[in-house]
């Protein structure tokens, strides 16, 4: 009944349901399209799309049809999904409950799947890691079981509904560590933020044991600020499989924005052995540039050895949407040319 319940749900809010008659002979079958879901991640994070179509929004072809986002998408060349989730937020949006809707349509048009962990009930990033209310006061071994009680439940919900699920970040831009102040790195304290990070990736290899686990930072242009933070963690035994990053170019400095990050996925590379993607990309949508940089990042990071893909965050925001500018539709919820480098057929 669960499993019932929540594909209605998922129908429902997709607006994909499509009335036919079984008994109509006359229907002439339509082939569809074949999309590769394979291979270099071209993903979106589009965790704000349930909380949009709530609100109403549509989301339209180039020529102006109106398509569920995803399939749209999809269309377009992504094959990956990333997916936020909160521990307690405010309302209903990042829940558990909300990612597994998002999650369930993505399995059903076959994407990939990341989840991010933000370890918060709200946004974290370098400036703000702070934990869940009801974990506030809890003492290191307190705060490594939730991380890890945490991150089962959300991973157990998805896997009991037969979604797979192929990375997992382990908290969020934790540039300065995450779940402050006991698991601050800006402090020098490595030990508390390992315990804290491997507690996560144990986590999610006992529900998904060949999901590859991410640990994700910002500002990709920095390679020693990425280094340090790194050899931090290597230093203390941290697990995990992938370093992700983030990048978000500068209006005049977008060129060497994206050869610096290119420079640090290699460096990292080469210093840790281990694979690196691009977690989170975006620039300004009406920029002369937006497709220019995608188009850069994209054939740079095909070329580097170990490099597993990008994920544009939240393309699909558009209009204004929460004051974020740097999505990769117009104004009239139409895509742009940005993602046009996810279409291209190796």
């Not at 209605?8 to 349901?17: D, K």
């Amino acid at each position: 009944m669960k499993k019932i319940m929540l594909y209605i749900m998922a129908v429902i809010v997709s607006g994909t349901i499509t009335a036919c008659s079984s008994n109509d002979e006359t229907k002439i079958p339509q082939t569809l399209p074949v999309y590769d879901m394979s291979g270099f991640a071209k993903g979106a994070d589009v965790s704000w799309l349930t909380e949009q179509e709530f609100k109403n929004k549509k989301f339209y072809t180039t020529t102006g049809v109106e398509t569920e986002c995803m399939e749209l998408l999809r269309s377009m060349g992504v094959n990956a999904i990333r997916l936020r989730v909160w521990v307690n937020p405010a309302n209903y949006w990042n829940s558990k409950e909300d990612v597994l809707v998002k999650a369930y349509r993505a399995q059903q048009l076959g994407f990939r799947l990341m989840i991010d962990f933000h370890y918060s009930d709200t946004w974290a990033d370098p400036g703000s890691q702070t934990p869940p209310a009801a974990w506030a006061d809890y003492n290191l071994e307190e705060m490594k079981t939730a991380v890890a009680n945490h991150t089962k439940d959300v991973l157990q919900l998805l896997k009991d509904n037969d979604i797979d699920v192929e990375w997992v970040q382990v908290g969020n831009e934790t540039r300065t560590g995450m779940l402050k102040p006991i698991g601050a790195a800006s402090t020098g304290n490595f030990g508390n933020f390992a315990a804290l990070v491997t507690a996560g990736y144990d986590a999610v290899k006992s529900v998904y044991e060949d999901a590859k686990v991410i640990v994700h930072i910002d500002n990709a242009p920095d390679q020693n600020r990425a280094q340090w933070l790194f050899d931090g963690l290597k230093s203390e035994n941290a697990k995990w499989d992938v370093i992700g990053l983030s990048c978000y170019p500068g209006d005049d400095s977008w060129e060497e924005d994206v050869n610096k990050s290119l420079a640090t996925i290699q460096a990292l590379v080469n210093r840790y052995n281990k694979e690196v993607m691009i977690c989170e990309i975006g620039t300004n949508w009406n920029a002369t540039y937006a497709q220019a940089v995608m188009d850069k990042m994209y054939a740079g990071c095909k070329q580097i050895d170990k490099c597993l893909g990008i994920f544009y965050w939240e393309p699909q925001a558009y209009g204004g949407w929460n004051n974020y500018q740097k999505g990769a539709f117009d104004d009239s919820g139409r895509p742009t040319h940005a993602l046009d480098c996810f279409a291209i057929t190796e």
